[in-house]
């Protein structure tokens, strides 16, 4: 197992990982409870940009909809919490099974029909858009009025029932991350990682080597989907309230896929340094904002704007690949390398 | 001999213009054969038919006596055929290694497998200094032969290259046609060539078969075919007279 996790990761590679993982396990000893608020958004948005990348950076499917399936998660497991006394652990297999479903119609549609690029794109929303509608209209989940998780009397932290302090969340949310780490890692070296990269990069080659393109894909919807769905789970049991308006919206789907976009699409560390750059600097922005006594709506998106602008026009691989390099490690497995000469 | 690839009365149509007409031909196990005849005669429109990129509108095609056509490029892969494109679609962003490796994975049952595989087969390519380097850093006689690597690494039994020596210096050609020759000889591979290259194709053919908008003017061996008046009309005209 070890040398499966650690096989042609550079050394100095390892030790970066090592040092930032003790820093990140230390955080919340250290951290100030807003510090810890805006660390468990990194984390979340660590999480769901690693599982979009299995889609967008290992398969090439562009998915705008994946708004849809931390909603399903979200919405699963507080219904069964809310309605049936069931906990997150159990309703966890729901939320995964739905979202699996919903992504397993959404490519069946699309990868059995020939709709690709930007058709299906426009599909993904298409189905995020229907379910916030739906969502919106459907009582037993709270309709528009919102589904409300009970939060009082909790004696400490029941990581049973994820109730509990913002340190208890950090700490699962860091775990998931994490998971979510090495399962791409492995995914990544493995028969379907590579199929995955081969149909990215030209899908009649890879049909013509062999590959079943169609299986690949739906694959890959599939255990992208169900994966966010988990970290819908989680934000339904931290912010203890549900909008189909708010979760299902497409600002969502966009915010979810700025971290792996900025930190580097197709590779496995992006997601996690694009979702500190940017929750961290807006985060920052924010507060420099409410320091000086500025009120402006929608500053967040208008900044996320000026990041995304920046990294297409001089970063066009992300932050990550040049980080990288920067810091000697070198071409990562599934990087999109650029060309000129790299080794 | 018997025959590995058995072609029977293929036609197919683009909206009217009529590629391949009523296109019957053999390839015998163990073989090279070569696939001849003027731009725009439906080489390629052949290959497609036969790889399942393209569905014919009449005819069947069969690898060891058993229908493929209608099949998958991938199922047809499986069966057996390997093959590479004329206009080379390398996995432009991931190295030589990985294009190879990803055709390997095709032969072996682990990944481990699949790299040595790989590497053995990089190395007969001659392309063992760029194993690491990206697909899309090579010039374009290497994408050629990371083609021809990427598609002998799935372990197909009937190797179909299209146009692989085109742009190729001679000492180049020459180094494709020996190791053509060596896999033919030591593995049995079945080859069927398109090759605008006579100097590679009379080198390796042991029968050719020639195309002429569409339909299949002569085929024999090569020193019957290539001096066929037909032939030499439509194709060999310019360079023989
Ligand atoms: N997908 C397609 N759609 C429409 N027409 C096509 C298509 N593919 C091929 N053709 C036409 O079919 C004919 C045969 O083309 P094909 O590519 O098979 O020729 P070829 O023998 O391979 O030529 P070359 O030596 O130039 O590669 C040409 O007239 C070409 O324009
Ligand atoms: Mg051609």
């Known amino acids: 197992m070890i040398p499966l996790l650690t096989d042609g990761v550079p050394r100095r590679g390892l030790k970066l990982l090592a040092a930032f993982s003790v820093a990140l396990l230390a955080a919340p000893l250290v951290a100030s409870d807003y510090l810890l608020t805006v660390l468990i958004l990194v984390l979340y948005f660590a999480y769901v940009g690693q599982a979009w990348n299995i889609m967008m950076g290992f398969a090439g499917q562009l998915s705008l909809g994946h708004a849809l399936y931390v909603g399903l998660g979200a919405y699963a497991a507080a219904a069964l919490y809310v309605h049936f006394g069931v906990g997150p652990w159990l309703g966890l297999w729901v939320a995964m099974a739905s979202a699996a479903a919903a992504g397993a119609t959404i490519g069946f549609l699309a990868f059995r029909f020939g709709v690709g690029g930007v058709y299906f794109a426009i599909l993904t929303i298409a189905f995020a858009e229907f379910a916030r509608i739906g969502f919106d209209h459907w009582s037993w989940l709270g309709g528009s009025a919102g589904l409300f998780l009970p939060v009082a009397n909790y004696g400490g932290n029941d990581i049973l029932t994820l109730r509990g302090s913002p340190t208890m969340f950090y700490y699962v949310m860091l775990a998931m991350t994490a998971s979510a780490f090495v399962l791409c890692h492995v995914l990544l070296r493995s028969r379907i990682g590579y199929y995955w990269l081969a149909i990215r990069e030209s899908a009649d080659a890879a049909q013509a080597l062999g590959i079943d393109i169609f299986r690949c894909k739906m694959v890959a919807v599939v255990v992208s989907a169900a994966m966010t769905s988990l970290g819908g789970v989680l934000f339904a049991f931290y912010y203890n309230n549900l909008f189909p308006e708010q979760v299902f919206h497409i600002s969502r789907s966009i915010e979810l896929i700025l971290g792996p976009i900025i930190g580097g699409i197709g590779t496995l560390v992006g997601p996690i340094v694009g979702a500190f750059l940017l929750t961290t600097l807006a985060e920052t922005l924010s507060e420099i904002m409410r320091a000086v006594g500025i009120d402006l709506p929608g500053i967040k998106q208008v900044f996320y704007g000026f990041c995304l602008l920046g990294v297409v026009m001089f970063l066009p691989d992300g932050v990550w690949p040049p980080l990288g390099r920067w810091l000697g490690l070198g071409r990562e497995e599934g990087d999109r390398g650029s060309g000129e000469g790299k080794r | ?241």
């Open chain 2, 1 to 241: 001999m018997t025959a590995l690839l058995e072609v029977d009365g293929i036609s197919k149509s683009f909206s009217g213009l009529r590629a391949l007409e009523n296109v019957s031909f053999r390839v015998p196990e163990g073989s090279i054969i070569g696939l001849i005849g003027p731009n725009g005669a439906g080489k390629t429109t052949c290959f497609n038919v036969i790889a399942g990129v393209s569905r014919a509108d009449a005819g069947e095609v069969r690898l060891a006596g058993a229908r493929i056509d209608g099949w998958r490029p991938d199922q047809v892969c499986r069966a057996g055929i390997g093959r590479t494109f004329q206009l080379v679609k390398p996995f432009a962003g991931l190295s030589v290694m990985e294009n190879v490796l990803v055709g390997a994975l095709n032969a072996c049952s682990s990944v481990r497998a699949a790299k040595a595989r790989a590497g053995d087969i990089i190395e007969q390519l001659g392309l063992a200094e760029k194993r690491g380097a990206v697909a899309a850093a090579l010039t374009l006689p290497e994408r050629k032969r990371l083609e021809v690597a990427r598609a002998l690494a799935t372990g197909p039994r009937l190797l179909m290259l299209d146009e692989v020596m085109a742009g190729l210096r001679p000492t180049e050609t020459d180094h494709m046609v020996a190791l053509f020759r060596t896999l033919n000889a030591n593995l049995g591979l079945t080859i069927l060539l398109i090759e605008h290259v006579m100097r590679a194709v009379m080198a390796l053919s042991s029968g050719l078969i020639v195309l002429n908008h569409g339909q299949v003017i002569a085929a024999g061996p090569p020193a019957e075919v290539t001096g066929d008046p037909a032939v030499l009309e439509c194709y060999l005209g310019e360079e023989a007279l």
